[in-house]
């Protein structure tokens, strides 16, 4: 059964870069049809989806955050890892990495890993 793990920094300054790394076992990130994907959910909000990288390595974010995010993946450790530049407080949020499931109708969000929270504050 898949796991992932998010791990980072819990406290950046603003300006800043945060990375987090997610850790996947139990499955492979380069298996076919499948997506490996960033969430975050600031304090007291809602879900936002930041972006994407698929099993082939093509990246997608949210337009809102693109300009600020990257995706990017290491196969030989079965991990992928998120960059976001430019933060802020508003940045402050749980981030979670999620395994997305492509079918032909649709696309899922079906593991989580737990969350990690990272907290942008000088």
């Known amino acids: 059964q898949v796991q992932l793990q998010e791990s980072g920094p819990g406290l950046v300054k603003p300006s800043q870069i945060t990375s987090l790394t997610c850790t996947v076992s139990g499955g492979s990130i380069t298996t076919s049809d499948y997506a490996w994907s960033w969430i975050r959910q600031p304090p007291g909000k809602g879900l936002e989806w930041m972006g994407a990288i698929t099993y082939d390595g093509s990246t997608y974010y949210s337009p809102s955050l693109k300009s600020r995010t990257s995706i990017s993946r290491d196969t030989s450790k079965n991990q992928f890892s998120l960059q976001l530049s430019s933060v802020t407080p508003e940045d402050t949020a749980v981030y979670y990495c999620?395994?997305?499931?492509?079918?032909?109708?649709?696309?899922?969000?079906?593991?989580w890993g737990q969350g990690t929270l990272v907290t942008v504050s000088s």
């Open positions: 999620a395994r997305i499931r492509s079918t032909t109708s649709n696309r899922y969000l079906e593991v």
